[in-house]
């Protein structure tokens, strides 16, 4: 089945601690995105990348870090940096053109801290 | 970029029909409207967009004022499976990056 797949579904995260999330589509799309998601918040864009191995900062980037290094992968790394990391985490990528591009979602991760 | 208004939240009941509000007075000429949807602790889903005219679609209808400054997301039946959180969103056109800007969305609760 196409799709996006986000791994694992629960995360946590040790103070100090660098951890990373997997995010990988088969959709053959060229964008993906990473969003955070806070209890009764809409979702917020930490990063995104249009092409591989090119990326920029979304609203919230500080304290995280990207690759893009195949077409199908773009894992999230939240690291030490990001004092208040407990959140649900979306990963999603669409094709790129000047229409009405349309995201596709993951599943999530929910990140806590220890 | 041009905010969206919604109420917070909405109920319905089981198979009948839900008009979900949006207001952008701000939205400009070349501003998409979007839909998306988010069931409990799920990811987003598409719904529909559209930029001026009415779209219907196998999930639901979205009727766009003429003026563009307001839109209404239109489920014909409502299902217990409908419940979730509903967001409008504006999409440019000529953006660079597609981003989607989302609000709190309004949660739509269907009563059996």
């Known amino acids: 089945d196409g799709g996006i797949t986000q791994s694992p579904k629960y995360l946590f995260r040790k103070e100090g601690q660098n951890v990373t999330l997997s995010c990988e589509q088969n959709l053959n799309h060229d964008a993906m995105y990473w969003y955070r998601q806070d209890p009764g918040q809409g979702l917020r864009l930490i990063y995104y990348?249009?092409?591989?191995?090119?990326?920029q900062k979304g609203d919230i980037a500080e304290g995280y870090s990207v690759s893009r290094e195949k077409k199908e992968s773009f894992p999230l790394t939240v690291t030490s940096a990001q004092k208040n990391p407990t959140a649900f985490y979306l990963c999603?990528?669409?094709?790129?053109?000047?229409?009405?591009?349309?995201?596709?979602f993951g599943a999530g991760t929910r990140l806590s801290v220890l | 970029d041009a905010k969206t208004t919604q109420p917070n939240s909405m109920e319905s009941n089981e198979e009948e029909p839900v008009h979900l509000p949006c207001n952008h007075s701000t939205i400009s000429g070349t501003d998409y409207i979007h839909w998306y949807r988010q069931l409990p602790s799920q990811g987003p889903e598409y719904v529909i967009h559209g930029l001026t005219s009415n779209v219907n679609n196998r999930m639901a209808s979205l009727a766009i004022a003429e003026d563009r400054k307001s839109s209404t997301l239109i489920l014909h039946r409502a299902t217990l499976r409908d419940a979730a959180v509903y967001y409008c969103?504006?999409?440019?056109?000529?953006?660079?990056?597609?981003?989607?800007?989302f609000g709190t969305g309004t949660l739509l609760a269907v009563q059996p």
């Open positions: 969103i504006l999409r440019d056109k000529g953006g660079a990056t597609n981003k989607l800007i």
């Open positions: 990348s249009q092409i591989v191995n090119d990326f």
């Open positions: 999603a990528s669409s094709i790129v053109d000047r229409g009405s591009n349309i995201q596709y």
